[in-house]
C-alpha cells in the first residue's frame, strides 16, 4: 500500500484519492495473501461493489460507524512526508484525505499524521549532527498539541491521547535503559495493532536508538532502531517498519547496509519514487 500510494502520487502528480483507492483495491486483489486484515478487506471489496462512486463510506461503516483505530493508515503514510516536503500544512490536508479510505476514527487518522510529521521532522534534520532528542519529541508534543485541540471548533476541552503518549515517550526516554525498562516501554507505550499504542512506540524506539541498546549489537544507528523495535515483540512488522521510515528519513539511505536492501522488495524503484516526489515538492 506504500508503494501504491507512493506510484498514485507520481503519476498523477498530485493527491487522487480515487486513483489511491484503486490501486489499493487493484495491489489487494492481485495478491490477496500479503496479510491483510479483514476489516480493510472488507473496506476494498465494498469499494470495488460501488465502483469507487464513495470513498469514505465504506471506512465509515466499520466497527459499527466508528471507524477503524488501527496502525495501518500510518504504516503507509511514509511518501506524504516526501510529498509535501516543503509544506506542513499540505501534509495534514494530504494525511487526512489519503488515511480515510481506510481509516475514518480520528485516533487512526491522528496516528497517521503523527507518524508522517515524525518523518516529516526527520527529513528536515542534519543526520552529521547530533540529535537533539529533547527537542524532536517537544516538536512533535507542540503539534499533536494543535491538532488534537479543538478538532470540531466547538470551544470544548478535548482528550489528547497523542500529546500524553508523547509526554510519555519523553519521561522513559529520560530514564535511560537499564533494568526491566523494556517492559515499562510495552506497558506504558504498547505493541499492539492500535495506531495509539504503535505509532509512539516507533518513534521512541527511534529516538532511543541515537545510543547503543543492551543486547542489540550493531554500531549501524538505523539497524539499532529497527532491531530494538522488532524486539519489542507484538504488531512487530508495523511498529519495525514505522520505525524504520523514521530512522531512514533521517539517516538517509548510506546507513541502510546492503545486506538489508537486497532483503527489501523493489528497493531500486523505492529509491527512484523517492526522488521523484520530492522533485514534486519542490516544483509544485
Known sequence: MTYSLAKSLVDQKELDVV???????????????????????TVFQKLRGNKFADIVSPAKEQFNGQGSWGNGGAMRIAPIALFSYQNYDKLLDTVRKVTQITHTHKVGIDGAILQATAIYQSLHLNPNEELNVTNFIDDLIHKMDQIEKDEEGLGLSEPQPYKVQ?????????????????????????????????????IFCFLRAQKPITGIQTDNPFRRAVQYAI??????????????????AYYGEEKISSNLLQHCEASEEFRILGDKLLELSITQ
Open 166 to 202: 508523547l509526554c510519555m515517550v519523553k519521561s522513559l526516554i529520560s530514564e535511560g535503559s537499564e533494568g526491566s525498562h523494556d517492559e515499562k516501554v510495552i506497558q506504558k507505550l504498547g505493541n499492539s495493532v492500535a495506531a495509539l499504542y504503535s505509532v509512539p512506540t516507533a
Open 231 to 248: 524486539s519489542l515483540g507484538g504488531d512487530t512488522d508495523t511498529i519495525g517498519s514505522m520505525t524504520g521510515a523514521i530512522a531512514g
Open 19 to 41: 486513483d489511491v483507492a484503486k490501486r489499493f483495491v487493484k495491489s489487494y486483489y492481485q495478491e490477496p495473501n500479503r496479510g491483510y486484515g479483514m476489516g480493510v478487506v
